[in-house]
């Protein structure tokens, strides 16, 4: 890979005009000679920085694409505040899903909020918001009085249909 660099670099020189022309023949000799290990450390260590901060950055988007999942279940969380809490960042550091690492530290709110959740679940409704009335008022016909039957019989006569 050096010798590469080296020699692409060597074909990029003869594009050059003259007088830049001199001046990266002087510096590839310096490479080449004396300074060629000082030269070779550095391109090492630009090409590490560089892998590194590609590394936080596919890191940093893959962060930010799991917490845009995290907050369609969880709509108050919010990144920028999260990370402020050291525990939660501290888990993530340490390569815990984001998700995983909102419910470790919230854990006893979102268990108070399931709990909540539940009995408001179980709770009956009130009067009037459910779809079945509240009480049974089906009427039984051995309970009617004689001018109760007498009123329906004369409603059926009528062609009326009596339900029960």
């Not at 893959?62 to 969880?74: I, V, W």
């Not at 969380?77 to 999260?82: G, I, Q, S």
């Not at 525990?87 to 984001?98: D, K, T």
């Not at 690492?101 to 539940?118: D, F, K, M, N, Q």
């Amino acid at each position: 890979m050096e010798e590469e660099e080296i020699k692409q670099q060597e074909s990029d020189q003869a594009a050059l005009p003259p007088e830049r022309a001199e001046q990266t023949e002087s510096f590839q000799e310096l490479i080449r000679g004396r300074y060629r290990e000082d030269y070779l450390r550095a391109l090492g260590e630009a090409l590490s920085a560089q892998a590194r901060e590609t590394d936080r950055y596919l890191a940093y988007r893959s962060l930010l694409d799991k917490t845009e999942a995290l907050r369609r279940d969880y709509p108050d969380f919010d990144l920028e505040r999260e990370l402020e809490d050291p525990g939660f960042a501290r888990l993530l550091e340490n390569g815990v899903e984001p998700r995983t690492a909102y419910e470790v530290v919230h854990h006893a709110e979102l268990r108070g909020r399931a709990a909540r959740l539940a009995e408001n679940a179980a709770r009956p409704l009130e009067n009037g918001l459910g779809a079945v009335p509240a009480a049974v008022t089906k009427a039984d016909p051995r309970q009617l009085t004689r001018a109760e039957r007498r009123a329906l019989r004369r409603r059926a006569a009528r062609g009326e249909e009596i339900v029960w």
